[in-house]
Protein backbone atom coordinates (compact mmCIF):
# COMPACT_ATOMS: atom_id res chain seq x y z
CA UNK A 1 0.00 0.00 0.00
CA UNK A 2 1.14 3.66 -0.28
CA UNK A 3 3.20 5.19 2.53
CA UNK A 4 4.66 8.35 2.96
CA UNK A 5 6.90 9.04 5.64
CA UNK A 6 8.06 12.58 6.50
CA UNK A 7 10.90 13.54 8.68
CA UNK A 8 13.24 16.14 9.81
CA UNK A 9 11.13 18.60 11.48
CA UNK A 10 12.07 20.35 14.88
CA UNK A 11 12.81 23.53 16.28
CA UNK A 12 14.68 26.19 14.43
CA UNK A 13 14.81 29.56 15.55
CA UNK A 14 13.69 32.24 13.07
CA UNK A 15 15.63 32.73 10.05
CA UNK A 16 16.89 29.16 10.37
CA UNK A 17 16.79 26.95 8.07
CA UNK A 18 15.74 22.59 8.02
CA UNK A 19 15.11 20.28 5.22
CA UNK A 20 12.23 17.87 5.79
CA UNK A 21 12.31 14.47 3.81
CA UNK A 22 9.32 12.09 2.68
CA UNK A 23 10.12 8.47 2.11
CA UNK A 24 8.01 7.21 -0.33
CA UNK A 25 6.62 3.18 -1.07
CA UNK A 26 4.03 1.31 -2.57
CA UNK A 27 4.09 2.66 -5.97
CA UNK A 28 5.82 3.86 -8.92
CA UNK A 29 7.38 7.36 -7.42
CA UNK A 30 8.86 8.76 -10.57
CA UNK A 31 5.40 8.45 -12.22
CA UNK A 32 3.40 10.60 -10.23
CA UNK A 33 3.62 14.57 -9.23
CA UNK A 34 4.33 15.17 -5.54
CA UNK A 35 3.47 18.15 -2.83
CA UNK A 36 4.01 19.72 0.77
CA UNK A 37 1.26 20.83 2.40
CA UNK A 38 1.02 22.60 6.06
CA UNK A 39 -1.62 23.13 8.83
CA UNK A 40 -0.76 25.72 11.47
CA UNK A 41 -2.00 26.00 14.62
CA UNK A 42 -6.00 26.94 14.19
CA UNK A 43 -5.92 27.04 10.54
CA UNK A 44 -6.79 25.50 7.76
CA UNK A 45 -4.52 23.37 5.58
CA UNK A 46 -2.53 25.18 3.11
CA UNK A 47 -0.59 24.20 0.24
CA UNK A 48 3.45 24.56 -0.08
CA UNK A 49 4.63 23.51 -3.10
CA UNK A 50 4.73 20.84 -5.60
CA UNK A 51 6.52 19.31 -8.33
CA UNK A 52 5.71 17.46 -11.72
CA UNK A 53 7.17 14.69 -12.83
CA UNK A 54 9.14 16.73 -15.32
CA UNK A 55 10.17 18.82 -12.30
CA UNK A 56 8.31 21.63 -13.21
CA UNK A 57 7.93 23.23 -9.74
CA UNK A 58 4.98 25.53 -7.94
CA UNK A 59 5.18 27.47 -4.70
CA UNK A 60 2.87 29.60 -2.49
CA UNK A 61 3.64 33.36 -2.75
CA UNK A 62 4.00 32.90 1.49
CA UNK A 63 7.34 30.42 0.52
CA UNK A 64 8.87 31.55 -2.64
CA UNK A 65 12.23 32.27 -2.48
CA UNK A 66 12.66 30.55 0.54
CA UNK A 67 11.77 27.34 0.41
CA UNK A 68 13.00 24.52 -2.60
CA UNK A 69 11.09 21.77 -3.00
CA UNK A 70 13.11 18.95 -5.03
CA UNK A 71 12.88 14.60 -5.56
CA UNK A 72 14.91 11.96 -6.03
CA UNK A 73 13.80 9.32 -7.73
CA UNK A 74 15.75 6.90 -7.22
CA UNK A 75 15.58 7.07 -3.62
CA UNK A 76 11.88 7.46 -3.83
CA UNK A 77 12.30 10.71 -1.39
CA UNK A 78 10.57 13.65 -1.82
CA UNK A 79 12.41 16.80 -0.18
CA UNK A 80 11.57 20.05 1.13
CA UNK A 81 14.71 22.36 1.87
CA UNK A 82 13.26 25.76 3.99
CA UNK A 83 15.37 28.60 4.04
CA UNK A 84 15.11 32.12 6.85
CA UNK A 85 11.95 30.34 8.50
CA UNK A 86 8.99 32.38 10.23
CA UNK A 87 7.32 32.04 13.44
CA UNK A 88 4.08 31.97 10.57
CA UNK A 89 6.14 28.89 8.75
CA UNK A 90 5.04 27.01 12.47
CA UNK A 91 3.12 23.84 11.55
CA UNK A 92 2.51 20.32 10.69
CA UNK A 93 3.80 19.52 7.40
CA UNK A 94 2.77 16.91 4.94
CA UNK A 95 3.95 15.32 1.86
CA UNK A 96 1.43 14.70 -0.41
CA UNK A 97 0.85 12.62 -3.65
CA UNK A 98 -1.27 13.45 -6.43
CA UNK A 99 -3.53 11.19 -8.71
CA UNK A 100 -2.02 10.38 -12.38
CA UNK A 101 -3.49 13.46 -14.67
CA UNK A 102 -3.49 16.16 -12.66
CA UNK A 103 -2.89 19.48 -15.40
CA UNK A 104 -2.71 22.18 -12.83
CA UNK A 105 -0.71 21.60 -9.55
CA UNK A 106 -0.50 25.07 -8.36
CA UNK A 107 -2.82 25.65 -5.23
CA UNK A 108 -4.05 22.05 -5.58
CA UNK A 109 -5.23 20.02 -2.61
CA UNK A 110 -6.64 17.04 -4.24
CA UNK A 111 -4.34 14.34 -3.37
CA UNK A 112 -4.88 10.68 -2.93
CA UNK A 113 -2.57 10.06 -0.52
CA UNK A 114 -0.91 12.42 2.42
CA UNK A 115 1.80 11.26 5.18
CA UNK A 116 1.82 11.39 9.26
CA UNK A 117 3.57 15.09 8.78
CA UNK A 118 6.52 16.04 10.70
CA UNK A 119 6.37 19.75 12.90
CA UNK A 120 8.03 22.24 12.55
CA UNK A 121 8.29 24.95 15.29
CA UNK A 122 9.65 28.35 14.45
CA UNK A 123 10.11 30.31 17.54
CA UNK A 124 12.98 32.23 19.53
Known amino acids: QVQLLESGGGLVHPGGSLRLSCAAS????????MSWVRQGPGKELEWVSS???????YYADSVKGRFTISRDDDKDTLYLQMNDLRPEDTAVYYCAKYPAGLANLRGNLAHDYRGQGTQVTVSS
Open 51 to 57: IRTDLLT
Open 26 to 33: GFTFYAYS
